[in-house]
């Protein structure tokens, strides 16, 4: 069993759509991350949680540490939006171990 | 500050030669990454330093590869000799200091294709 799991795998859904993406994990952690990678390749930093709920812009995350899990939404989701959405969790044995998620792929159609 | 730097974009060689990636980190930030992301085994750590000295090297594949980081501004990871299974984005992150949860920032990743 992964030790960080994604779902869904994939989402294409219609621009305006309210978007949610699921990541569970099964080790104690310090911190969560979401990153977005687009077709080009480059990866960009979302949001680090270690609680609560965080805001920027459109993206809202959340984590619940007693459940590990957390989800990323994404509102009014417009073509742009378009990327591979990884979770990965520090685990808390490890101060720089990064554990990653599967990845994933959001399509916006217009 | 223009984030992490990493050169070059793209690099297409013949097994056998020899290959060196460059990474310049953030200015300020004492910790930096090499990320091996293939199709099959997604984003792999590699190697990690912290003040230029070599923390955890557990991930790096195998003797052909190697990293070093000679001062706080730049580090390369090299492979020698290359092999097209080494085919792969080779990411760089940096963040500052080593407490728990840091964020890394990422740098645009280098395509490696071995032929």
């Known amino acids: 069993k992964n030790e960080v799991e994604q779902s869904p795998q994939n989402l294409t859904a219609q621009e305006g759509e309210f978007i949610t993406i699921n990541c569970s994990y099964s080790?104690?952690?310090?911190?969560l991350h979401w990153l977005q990678q687009h077709p080009g390749g480059g990866i960009v930093s979302l949001f680090m949680?270690?609680?609560?709920?965080k805001k920027h812009g459109r993206l809202i995350a959340t984590i619940n540490i007693q459940e590990k899990h957390s989800s990323l939404h994404i509102t009014a989701s417009h073509p742009r939006d378009s990327a591979v959405y990884i979770c990965?969790?520090?685990?808390?044995?490890?101060?720089?171990?990064?554990?990653w998620g599967a990845g994933t792929k959001l399509i916006i159609k217009p | 500050d223009a984030g992490v730097i990493q050169s070059p974009r793209h690099e297409v060689t013949e097994m056998g030669q020899e290959v060196t990636l460059r990474c310049k980190p953030i200015?300020?930030?004492?910790?930096l990454f090499w990320y091996r992301q293939t199709m099959m085994r997604g984003l792999e750590l590699l190697i990690y330093?912290?003040?230029?000295?070599?923390?955890?090297d557990s991930g790096m594949p195998e003797d052909r590869f190697s990293a070093k980081m000679p001062n706080a501004s730049f580090s390369t990871l090299k492979i020698q000799p290359s092999e097209p299974r080494d085919s792969a984005v080779y990411f760089c992150?940096?963040?500052?200091?080593?407490?728990?949860?840091?964020?890394?920032?990422f740098g645009p990743g280098t395509r490696l294709t071995v032929l």
């Open positions: 200015s300020g930030h004492n910790s």
């Open positions: 992150a940096s963040t500052l200091g080593t407490g728990l949860g840091n964020e890394q920032f």
């Open positions: 080790v104690g952690i310090s911190a």
């Open positions: 949680l270690s609680s609560g709920k």
């Open positions: 990965a969790v520090r685990d808390m044995d490890s101060n720089y171990q990064l554990i």
């Open positions: 330093f912290n003040n230029n000295v070599p923390i955890d």
